[in-house]
């Protein structure tokens, strides 16, 4: 019988049962689905060792890919980013943060346009973003749980959960990185308006257009008559949704870094109370009776980014040491603050601190890390939070970046708007002398043998009076003035002749001589 199959059957010469076991055709099967034992093109091309189509070759050859990228990425972590294996490297948590934020970097930069990422590079950041986040699924806490036994009986047991903190955390952050990329999808159909780049534009503008400190971003331009007012209200509306995705990526952050440990090292570097690190005016502002954290903020200058990093600094340090004397004098039962301040006012100084901290956060979104945040993100050792506090921290400045350009375009069309409404006024201005003068013209010409009112009255100009009516007000204006300038001198004949009382009494006559 087995000759006689093997009579019946007549195998290629180039069949090898090596190439139909061989790893690269392990996706192939010598027999179709189906079962009947009929052998399709498709699996005879198999069968000789050839692709059935290009695009499985490049799906393979993708996926063996990615397979080698992750090794690489992970063997990174592994050796905390020391790849002589010396043993020198950073944490597990550090070079987990680290790899986060170099991946946003290599993705999204400075987020120069307002444009969709491109399907390659969005495809890159969310797959090595699940390759980063894989590892909070291990991350888990023992938690107390009843079991049922086979006489019906339950016992306590401990089971494993992930913990609380990546459980609620981390699926938000997934949503506000998905609303994020959505809204940068949202411009994909948008022609409202464009950009230039900034070298041609400033050789259009001789070098001294909108000359700031975002120099190197590309220059929007919107239509000569502005933006409509639908793009207008759908440009708001963006930002009020990037608005939101950044308060709650703040607010994430900002918790993430309060539950981290404060470094040994940050503390020795502290000056011994709260005035010496906020200095004399701070102070005193900060711990007054009336005290209004608006006109605070308002009296500073942060005019630059130095200058408001270095009061974050400041507060954040005197924080940390009042915290630390209350705690101390819980600890030693002694008060290190002296008899003149009390509970209630430390407490009251510490929130006013805080109120301060969260206003320059919110008014300045792109500030750098103060000192303290990046002593207990260097010193942190969770992996959890490290992962938690990098992940909304490139959230949040991805968001920062697109509110920022999205004020851009709002900006350029109103500056497009100011200069039409300067155009209106100019030629209201215009259009309205135009027709005055106009008026003027037709009172003129409908009157043209006009009498004035001395010639109705009967005056009789002398020759100087007409000669000065003929001239015009400034003409006789100098005139006059020279006049006045010139020596007040009569002659003694011009001088009026006086008279005695008697002599007035004898030139008067009497009523009946007028008769």
């Known amino acids: ?143 107390p749980s009843k079991q049922m036994g086979k006489n019906g009986q339950f016992t306590e047991i401990m089971v494993t959960k992930q913990r609380d903190d990546l459980l609620t955390n981390i699926p938000a952050l997934r949503k506000l990185d998905s609303v994020l990329l959505e809204t940068l999808d949202n411009f994909k159909d948008q022609k ?85 690190s906020l200095g004399d005016f701070l102070y005193k502002s900060i711990t007054e009776e009336c005290f209004d954290p608006d006109y605070f903020v308002s009296f500073l200058d942060l005019s630059t980014e130095h200058k408001v990093l270095d009061l974050k600094n400041r507060i954040e340090a005197s924080m940390v040491i009042w915290k630390r004397k209350m705690c101390q004098k819980e600890k030693d039962g002694k008060s290190q603050w002296g008899s003149t301040v009390s509970l209630e006012k430390r407490e009251l100084f510490e929130v006013r601190a805080e109120t301060i901290l969260v206003m320059l956060k919110q008014q300045f979104p792109g500030i750098p890390q103060s000192s303290l945040e990046v002593s207990k993100i260097k010193n942190n050792k969770d992996i959890g939070q ?7 921290r490139v959230l949040e400045s991805l968001a920062s970046k697109i509110m920022s350009r999205i004020e851009h375009v709002l900006e350029a069309d109103r500056l ?5 409404m300067g155009e209106v006024e100019t030629r209201s201005e215009s259009e309205a002398e135009s027709e005055y003068e106009e008026t003027e013209k037709v009172v003129a010409a409908e009157t043209p043998n006009s009498r004035k009112l001395s010639d109705f009255i009967g005056w009789r100009l002398s020759s100087d009076t007409k000669k000065h009516s003929s001239m015009s007000d400034i003409e006789f204006f100098h005139k006059v003035e020279q006049e006045k300038e010139k020596p007040m001198m009569k002659s003694p004949r011009a001088l009026p002749k006086k008279f005695s009382y008697l002599a007035k009494l004898e030139n008067m006559r009497s009523p009946s001589d007028r008769h």
């Open 416 to 420: 497009v708007q100011r200069q039409l």
């Open 386 to 392: 490290a992962i938690l506090e990098s992940y909304s």
């Open 192 to 276: 409202e308006f464009w950009y230039v780049p900034r070298d041609i534009e400033d050789a259009d503008h001789n070098g001294d257009w909108r000359r700031d400190e975002n120099w190197w971003l590309p220059v929007v331009k919107v239509p000569t008559d502005g933006l409509s007012e639908e793009s207008r209200r759908w440009l708001q509306n963006q930002k009020d949704s990037v608005a939101q995705v950044l308060k709650a990526a703040t607010a994430i952050n900002a918790h993430v870094l309060s539950e981290m440990h404060i470094p040994e090292n940050y503390i020795d570097s502290l000056p011994k109370n709260g005035k010496t």
């Open 1 to 143: 019988m087995v000759r006689t199959l093997g009579r019946k059957l007549s195998w290629p010469r180039s069949f090898s049962f090596r190439k139909m076991f061989d790893g690269r055709n392990s996706g192939h099967s010598s027999f179709s689905s189906r079962g009947d034992g009929m052998h399709t093109p498709e699996h005879e091309l198999a069968v000789h060792g050839m692709d059935a189509a290009p695009s499985t070759r490049r799906g393979k050859q993708s996926r063996r890919s990615d397979i080698e990228v992750m090794k690489e990425r992970f063997a990174k972590l592994l050796l905390g980013e020391d790849m002589s294996g010396g043993g020198d490297g950073v944490t597990s948590a550090l070079a987990l943060s680290n790899a986060i934020t170099k991946l946003a970097d290599s993705m999204f930069g400075e987020q120069m346009k307002l444009q969709p990422m491109y399907p390659e590079t969005k495809e890159i950041w969310r797959k090595e973003m699940d390759w980063l986040l894989s590892v909070v699924d291990h991350i888990v806490q023992f938690v």
